[in-house]
């Protein structure tokens, strides 16, 4: 036990380091304060329209559950981004390769750690925020569901590795089980009934119980199927460094067809960008139907798609910049501006066709008529230049850094605010659309794509000089 307790406080200690080098101390640790506020703003708004308690606490523990998805999988197989945005960095958790420690132990501890960690950093600040909408003595009853769902999540994480570890029958039956949830919810069988979300709901025993039952199983399944001795099989690739220069003549540009392969050749290849921009989709169906139920009229669904897809533009220019660093071309004979023409030609050609695919297939699953589709897709392409330009003016060539760095964040949501809440509350109040207003909707969208412009216009010099410092 006094192992587990020197390991377990080493992960803590690991994470916090982590996290303020890259950040800054400070920066870090007001994180959690700006969680609170804004959230707290957003749950006295949502107050205020008439939002009902229970749909936002849904809400809460659906956005909960698929952090915690997510936090597993940058844990634990996210290896490559690690390094890419940390150098060579060896994790605690993988230490049993180097001391005589039991890997399985390290991963029970690890999710141990990473439960703890977030439910003070982000789940605590998170439950206040909901102060407003709750009695005081309900705000305990929240955040452990949340805690829960969060573990939820991560404990699903690291069942599906753990199943890859045992090679092609692993990944069927994690695929099976999947596909199976997902089958059940569309039939529309009672899941909910076995999550944290149905104990804060009707607390009891037997809520308590179901809720206890589906990580424990998860658990389970990660301590007989995780495979110590598994190693990833090695990955080779053939030379595609000219073949990519032909398909694209009229740009000769070495650095875009270098992004193009680091991103093909990372984990998970471009199709991680198109399940980013499928994760948007989940989060705008839900929105939409939590607004729908909130104003009681028809929500229209192009504008309110093409205003939060523009949001692909953040993730996708993440996987764009994952391996790389302007200080890195310093001893290249490229010029800093090179660097990020080459990035936004990787966008152009990446980004753009996937968010406007993603949003054809929503426009048209929920039946946009012609004008609120037209605006809809001026938004999102607007929106997507325009946040293109906003991050490469905020953050340069290392946009993960808005993870944590709370004044970085803080300048982002904003500027993400300004042009998206406006154009939200147009998509959720005014059904059915005029002629005059779609069309101040796609003046709207091009005029958004010429502040990106702007944007990227100015800061490109700006970061030239910084990195040349």
């Known amino acids: 036990m006094s192992a587990d307790r020197a390991v377990l406080a080493a992960m803590v200690r690991e994470e916090w380091r982590l996290h303020s080098r890259l950040f800054g101390g400070r920066r870090f640790a007001a994180f959690p304060v700006f969680v609170a506020l804004v959230g707290g703003l957003t749950a006295w708004a949502l107050g205020t329209t008439g939002a009902e308690t229970g749909t936002v606490v849904a809400g809460a523990h659906v956005l909960v559950a698929l952090f915690g998805l997510q936090t597993g999988t940058v844990g634990l197989v ?6 890419g945005l940390l150098g060579d960095t060896t994790l605690v958790v993988f230490s049993a390769h180097t001391l005589p420690l039991r890997q399985r132990r390290l991963l029970g501890l690890f999710l141990l750690k990473d439960v703890g960690y977030y439910a003070v950093l982000l789940l605590l600040p998170l439950t206040v925020a909901l102060a407003p909408l709750l009695p005081l003595a309900e705000l305990a009853l929240l955040w452990l569901t949340l805690v829960w769902t969060f573990g939820l999540g991560l404990c699903a994480t690291v069942a599906a590795v753990s199943l890859a570890t045992r090679g092609r029958p692993g990944k069927v039956v994690a695929a099976l089980v999947a596909c199976a949830l997902g089958a059940a919810a569309l039939a529309g069988l009672p899941i909910a009934a076995a999550t944290p979300y149905a104990l804060f709901v009707a ?23 995780y495979d110590p001795e598994h190693e990833p ?12 220069r032909r398909r694209v003549p009229a740009w000769d540009d070495p650095v875009f067809v270098k992004t193009m392969l680091d991103v093909s050749r990372s984990a998970g290849g471009y199709w991680k960008v198109l399940l980013s921009a499928g994760i ?12 729908e139920a909130v104003v009681g009229l028809r929500v229209l669904p192009g504008v309110a798609f093409g205003s939060i897809l523009g949001l692909t ?24 501006a090179a660097v990020f023409d080459a990035k936004r030609r990787a966008f152009a050609v990446l980004g753009l066709p996937t968010g406007v695919a993603c949003y054809a297939v929503a426009a048209l699953w929920r039946g946009a008529a012609p004008l609120d589709a037209i605006a809809g ?5 607007g929106l997507q230049a325009y946040l293109f330009g906003l991050t490469v003016a905020l953050a340069g060539t290392q946009p993960n850094e808005f993870l944590f760095d709370t004044v970085l964040f803080a300048g982002f949501t904003l500027g993400v605010a300004l042009p998206l809440v406006p154009v939200l509350v147009v998509g959720f109040v005014a059904a059915p659309l005029s002629a005059p207003l779609a069309a101040a ?29």
């Open 203 to 225: 607390p009891g025993l037997t809520s308590a119980v179901a809720a206890a039952v589906p990580p424990l199983c998860l658990l389970a399944v990660a301590a007989l199927a």
């Open 377 to 381: 897709l001026a938004l999102c392409i």
């Open 313 to 336: 533009a953040f993730t996708t220019y993440n996987w764009l910049t994952q391996f790389d660093d302007g200080t890195a071309y310093a001893t290249l004979p490229v010029e800093t």
């Open 441 to 469: 909707l796609v003046v709207a969208g091009v005029g958004l794509a010429g502040v990106g412009h702007v944007l990227y216009g100015r800061a490109v010099p700006r970061w030239r000089e910084r990195y040349r410092e």
């Open 280 to 291: 948007l989709v989940a989060m705008s169906a839900f929105l939409v139907s939590l607004a």
């Open 78 to 83: 996210g290896r490559d981004a690690m390094r």
């Open 233 to 244: 099989p090695a990955r080779t690739a053939e030379n595609a460094y000219r073949a990519w």
